[in-house]
């Protein structure tokens, strides 16, 4: 399964632009890379995926490398609401017909007022 | 509105004493998630259901159970509870067939085991 790594922590200046990485390097060509955060004692929330191409919601942008061994979730103005822990994830194809979320082990951010 | 709901939020089971939390779901999907996350750790997947098709994770222990009797519903049952046990429990579903589905999660069910 392919496997992502994360910084363990970063801190960000509210209202300025929060750069999380992400390494996925043995990711295949048919996986996504999902990103999710997690407030504290609440479930899981999907902020973002995407496959090869850099897209963008009301929420993040996504920027994948062209080789896609890696991607940047961007938070464009982060606020204190926005502390979290965010995961970086790749779905994995599992037969005959599903799929498994392969979490990373999170980057806590913490944004600072 | 559409949701994943996981009851109780928290639960308090003693040690070796079967315990069973539940999810249920209006969004009619049909593949079922169960996580278990620890403390500081990321959520580590247990099983999941693909319609009615179990697939178990080849590391979760088989003190851990599951049954989903329809769409909307999926129980974790867990056999005999020890205090390596106690962990938030999160389930979770999506709609898989298409390329642009995501995972919704519940709010979790926070285990205590004394």
């Known amino acids: 399964d392919a496997k992502t790594t994360q910084p363990p922590s970063m801190d960000c200046a509210e209202g300025r632009a929060a750069n999380l990485p992400c390494n996925h390097s043995t990711i295949s060509g048919n996986e996504y890379v999902y990103w999710y955060r997690q407030i504290h004692s609440q479930g899981p929330q999907y902020i973002i995926h995407g496959l090869k191409n850099n897209e963008t919601n009301e929420m993040a942008s996504l920027i994948i490398t062209e080789d896609r061994k890696s991607s940047t979730l961007i938070l464009p103005h982060a606020t204190l609401r926005d502390t979290a822990v965010y995961y970086c994830?790749?779905?994995?194809?599992?037969?005959?017909?599903?799929?498994?979320?392969?979490f990373g082990t999170g980057t806590r951010l913490k944004v600072l007022a | 509105d559409a949701m994943v709901i996981q009851n109780p939020r928290y639960q308090v089971t003693q040690f070796g004493k079967p315990v069973t939390l539940s999810c249920s779901q209006t969004l009619n999907h049909n593949v079922m998630y169960w996580y278990q996350q620890k403390s500081s750790q990321a959520p580590k997947l247990l099983f999941h259901?693909?319609?009615?098709?179990?697939?178990n994770e080849a590391d979760t222990p088989d003190n851990f159970q599951s049954r989903r009797p329809n769409t909307s519903f999926c129980f974790l049952d867990i056999r005999s509870p020890g205090l390596g046990d106690a962990a938030m429990y999160l389930c979770a579903t999506s709609r898989e067939g298409e390329s642009t589905d995501t995972q919704y999660f519940g709010p979790g069910t926070r285990l205590t085991v004394l």
């Open positions: 259901y693909y319609d009615k098709d179990f697939n």
């Open positions: 994830i790749v779905r994995v194809f599992y037969p005959p017909g599903t799929y498994k979320y392969i």
